[in-house]
């Protein structure tokens, strides 16, 4: 089960995927993020700007650690997860 988070700030919005697959996009010039910029060179201070933000945030309690970090199963899912999805109505 792939994880996502989101940081946005600055006009930059980083999406930290839990299996190693992030990406990066500058709002102003990409609104319908397009164009990944993840990875490249010129925004590499950026990014760790904005990936320290979210562990920041994270840590702040406003959000679970990824799956394998709580050790978790991969595809196992805790009870408040569970339930949430059951109140979405995706799981029964």
């Known amino acids: 089960m792939r994880r996502l988070r989101s940081v946005e700030s600055d006009g930059l ?12 996009y500058e709002l102003s010039s990409d609104p319908g993020e397009e164009r990944n910029l993840a990875g490249r060179d010129q925004y590499a201070a950026e990014q760790r700007r904005l990936h320290t933000l979210l562990e920041a945030y994270v840590e702040r309690g406003g959000g679970s650690p990824p799956l394998a970090e709580a050790g978790k199963a991969e595809g196992e899912l805790d009870a408040q997860s569970a339930e949430r999805l059951r109140e979405l109505g995706y799981l029964p």
């Open 13 to 24: 919005r980083l999406i930290w995927g839990s299996d190693g697959q992030h990406a990066l």
